[in-house]
């Protein structure tokens, strides 16, 4: 089936630096979105990404949808303690009509 | 945020009773999903629906059913809780002006099975 290889897996940085993670995929995907997991709640939509090549931001956060379309990246600039929490990417197909996760980049960071 | 609630939000049984889980939904949003979330396994789909009475299976539905009788509930039943269902589950709903491509999360329900 689909999988998705998220990494890194868990990153702890010293505030102020910036943060970069990535998904790829054997297969090509339609949509790209990341989310970001705080403790104790749901997932929350940060970026989603529509195109191949497209890069969009959202504050400090910038995304972009690989051009292959079986990868995407997510940059975090300049983090803050708030920034804290775990990271998931996920891939839309078509095809197939569901959603596939990533593992999640757990991200702490030190004040 | 998109309206969703859970309920309950934990919950402790024993092997071999019968859980139901609740997800509520403000948005009339026509797509409702139940996932499980496990350490190492991230976000698995177990039941999905497209609209009032239509489900479908996901990746891990053994074990678990769904009911939808109404656009704004989606019933998640453990026929005979296994320790091996002990895990956080979320509902999740798509299909608003965001398409259905993106899917909003409720906040969760630990359920831990003795």
């Known amino acids: 089936g689909q999988q998705l290889n998220q990494s890194p897996q868990s990153m702890f940085i010293q505030e102020g630096e910036d943060v970069s993670m990535n998904c790829t995929s054997s297969?090509?995907?339609?949509?790209w979105l990341w989310y970001k997991q705080d403790p104790g709640e749901g997932p929350v939509l940060l970026i989603a990404?529509?195109?191949?090549?497209e890069l969009t931001s959202n504050g400090r956060l910038t995304a972009q949808f690989g051009i292959t379309r079986k990868d995407s990246f997510l940059n975090i600039s300049a983090s803050i303690p708030s920034d804290v929490g775990i990271y998931f990417c996920a891939g839309f197909s078509s095809n197939t009509g569901k959603l596939i996760f990533g593992q999640g980049t757990t991200l702490q960071v030190k004040p | 945020d998109a309206g969703i609630t859970q309920s309950p939000r934990h919950k402790v049984t024993e092997t071999g009773t019968p859980v139901t889980l609740r997800c509520h939904q403000t948005e009339n949003h026509r797509y409702m999903y139940w996932y499980r979330q496990d350490p190492g396994h991230g976000l698995r789909l177990i039941h999905y629906s497209y609209g009032v009475k239509d489900t479908d299976k996901g990746e891990v539905s053994d074990g678990y059913s769904v009911s939808r009788s109404k656009t704004e509930d989606f019933l998640l039943t453990l026929e005979s809780a296994t320790s091996s269902q002990t895990s956080v589950y979320f509902c999740a709903i798509s299909g608003g002006l965001a398409g259905v491509n993106e899917q909003f999360f409720g906040p969760g329900t630990r359920l831990t099975v003795l």
């Open positions: 990404l529509y195109k191949a090549g």
């Open positions: 297969s090509i995907f339609n949509t």
